[in-house]
């Protein structure tokens, strides 16, 4: 009687925990072959570059868009990498139009870029995040301070800088 009641516990320990169970088989199955342990890597996906429709600012005098994975402000590249970025979040244009800001991944890195001033100096300042969500945004907070983070209220990050 005993036999019956401890097979019970193992099938239902089994059906709460498949995952457990089948990984424990796979062991057992490499250990009876002889054969090492396997690793398994991170997956590295393979991104096509990325393409986001033009956006016009709010002064309506500049287009940013995200052609061959590559961020252009009217037309010329922002950042003279060349390496192709994915953006998180699409780019945000400042209220005046003439600054704008984003989130993107390159490298396994993430980052907020600022353009603090197109018309001036179309220099970028770049910041690295050290995690970034997926519903994670650019907002404008003032005329050199951005917030990172699902909302304004909320934020995951906060950028100021000085000219």
């Known amino acids: 009687m005993k036999h019956k009641g401890t097979l019970w516990l193992a099938v239902a320990a089994a059906l709460l925990s498949p995952s457990k169970a089948r990984a424990q088989g796979r062991a057992t199955a490499r250990a009876a072959s002889g054969g090492p342990p396997q690793r398994q890597g991170r997956r590295q996906l393979t991104r096509r570059p990325q393409a986001l429709a033009p956006t016009i600012s709010p002064c309506g005098r500049h287009v940013v868009e995200v ?97």
């Open 67 to 163: 052609a061959g994975g590559a961020v252009l402000i009217d037309g010329r590249r922002v950042r003279s990498s060349d390496d192709n970025v994915f953006l998180v979040a699409p780019p945000t244009w400042r209220g005046d139009g003439t600054a704008l800001a984003w989130i993107e991944r390159s490298r396994g890195q993430a980052r907020l870029v600022v353009v603090p001033d197109h018309d001036g100096s179309p220099e970028p300042l770049p910041w690295t995040l050290p995690a970034v969500a997926t519903d994670d945004r650019v907002f404008w907070a003032g005329q050199r301070r951005v917030v990172v983070g699902p909302a304004v209220l909320a934020p995951r990050a906060i950028a100021t800088w000085s000219e």
